[in-house]
């Protein structure tokens, strides 16, 4: 049984820091360690440099969901190969990761919801997607007679699931076996530019030389990145999440509705959270980019809730530094992990959905609450790209939630962006410059 919520026992990711590599990963979430597995893979002498500890953000705080269902449809075939590569990784890690194909499905209680998943799916098809609209008796099918007054959902059937706190480091130990070096608790401060080039990473252990750096820093990635003069206007929310005790009768799938969303655990409880509500601080980033997250507040699709100022010495605080010397503590020091307080007004009312709609369960009952910080970009795609500025440097941020699942294809994408080969998909929509060229921001799928 594994626990409801934990970072590994104890601290695995020592080692003296090396004199050179060919790569640097800034971040050990699932995107950074990936990138790793597959760029050690390749031949490249590699190192992930973690603030903290592997996975101990969001990586390890999300829904465990890895699906196709409702994904930008430029992100459909990346999400399709990603789904290959979780089952590889996931024979290779002996099953251990709690990967399972179980299918997600969206609940609509009303013609307009349901209207939005059959839009969606019309547009899908062509990809080869399984998704399929369900009626009622299909629902109590496919969820076990549940009690709520829906009128249909959208459904994948092919859509999987694992248990990110478990995952991600055995992904990372698939890549130290590989030949990648993973090193916790080194921050790195900035990058070392001669002559407008990466030539290294200046670390709170040292510098690195290097000529190559991937930036995947999650929430933390826009705060590096504006250090060195480059501002993307990411922000970070907060998502409350909740495990339950085990429960006897559960279906063993994904979904979600108006008022939470669940994954069945290999523990026998659920991991439930609210399914739309989300909590963003008030601070410097928030004011310095609202224009361009206010069209989408207008128009119902961004479903916030704005909270006082950050907490200390988080990404977006009131006093965290902008700028600073590379030679002295930074931010990444100050804050070794960032572990939002989760909202347990929100976990109750998600309890009492729940228990709403599958009473023949029994009043299910909350074994450990958490919080996380997702990291988003206002049209709700991530940035895949070159930093033109900084030669050598790329960045994968702002994965909007999505990052769990979609994250082994773009760790193998990075890895063919830096070895300079062709990645396999058309990355125009996830390009840096879409924030500056003039381009309309195109919001994702709102369903």
């Known amino acids: 049984m594994t626990k409801p919520f934990h970072l590994p026992d104890p601290a695995p990711y020592r080692g003296a820091l090396p004199d050179a590599v060919d790569l640097a990963i800034i971040g050990g979430g699932i995107i950074g360690i990936t990138t790793a597995l597959y760029a050690a893979r390749a031949g490249l002498k590699v190192v992930v440099l973690e603030k903290g500890r592997v996975a101990a953000e969001q990586s390890s705080r999300n829904w465990g969901w890895i699906r196709v269902q409702g994904r930008d449809f430029d992100e459909i075939p990346i999400m399709q190969e990603a789904q290959r590569l979780w089952q590889d990784l996931d024979d290779e890690s002996k099953g251990a990761m709690g990967l399972r194909t179980c299918g997600v499905t969206y609940l609509a209680s009303d013609e307009k919801k349901l209207g939005l998943y059959r839009d969606w799916l019309d547009k899908a098809a062509p990809y080869g997607v399984s998704s399929r609209i369900l009626d009622r008796d299909q629902i109590n099918q496919t969820l076990g007679n549940p009690k709520g007054k829906w009128i249909g959902a959208l459904n994948t059937p092919t859509d999987m699931k694992a248990e990110p706190?478990?995952?991600?480091?055995?992904?990372?130990?698939?890549?130290?076996?590989?030949?990648?070096?993973?090193?916790?608790?080194?921050?790195?401060?900035?990058?070392?530019?001669?002559?407008?080039?990466?030539?290294?990473?200046?670390?709170?252990?040292?510098?690195?030389?290097?000529?190559?750096?991937?930036?995947?820093?999650?929430?933390?990635?826009?705060?590096?990145?504006?250090?060195?003069?480059?501002?993307?206007?990411?922000?970070?929310?907060?998502?409350?999440?909740?495990?339950?005790?085990?429960?006897?009768?559960?279906?063993?799938?994904?979904?979600?509705?108006?008022?939470?969303?669940?994954?069945?655990?290999?523990d026998g409880g659920f991991t439930l959270a609210p399914s739309t509500d989300a909590d963003v601080f008030f601070g410097p980033d928030l004011m310095r980019h609202l224009r361009w997250y206010l069209p989408f507040a207008f128009g119902g699709d961004l479903k916030v809730d704005l909270r006082p100022p950050a907490p200390k010495h988080f990404p977006d605080a009131l006093f965290t530094a902008r700028r600073w010397n590379d030679a002295n503590e930074t931010p990444f020091e100050r804050m070794r992990i960032l572990s939002p307080?989760?909202?347990?007004?929100?976990?109750?009312?998600?309890?009492?959905?729940?228990?709403?709609?599958?009473?023949?369960?029994?009043?299910?009952?909350?074994?450990?609450?958490?919080?996380?910080?997702?990291?988003?970009?206002?049209?709700?795609?991530?940035?895949?790209?070159?930093?033109?500025?900084?030669?050598?440097?790329?960045?994968?941020?702002?994965m909007c939630g999505h990052g769990f699942g979609i994250g082994p294809a773009f760790g193998r994408i990075l890895t063919d962006m830096v070895l300079g080969r062709e990645v396999g998909h058309d990355l125009t929509r996830f390009r840096l410059s879409r924030f500056t060229d003039g381009a309309p921001m195109v919001p994702g799928p709102n369903v």
């Open 341 to 398: 307080k989760p909202d347990m007004k929100k976990v109750a009312a998600t309890v009492k959905a729940f228990n709403r709609v599958w009473p023949d369960m029994g009043e299910v009952q909350v074994a450990d609450a958490w919080a996380g910080m997702i990291d988003v970009l206002p049209d709700v795609v991530p940035v895949v790209d070159h930093v033109e500025k900084l030669p050598g440097l790329i960045v994968a941020t702002g």
């Open 165 to 266: 706190d478990v995952a991600v480091p055995l992904m990372a130990d698939l890549a130290r076996e590989a030949g990648a070096q993973v090193i916790e608790s080194c921050a790195v401060r900035g990058l070392d530019m001669v002559a407008g080039k990466i030539e290294g990473v200046i670390t709170e252990a040292g510098k690195i030389a290097c000529d190559q750096v991937v930036l995947a820093g999650g929430a933390w990635s826009s705060l590096f990145l504006r250090h060195h003069g480059v501002s993307i206007p990411q922000m970070s929310v907060r998502n409350t999440a909740f495990a339950t005790d085990a429960v006897d009768g559960a279906a063993q799938t994904c979904a979600v509705d108006s008022d939470f969303a669940m994954r069945a655990r290999v």
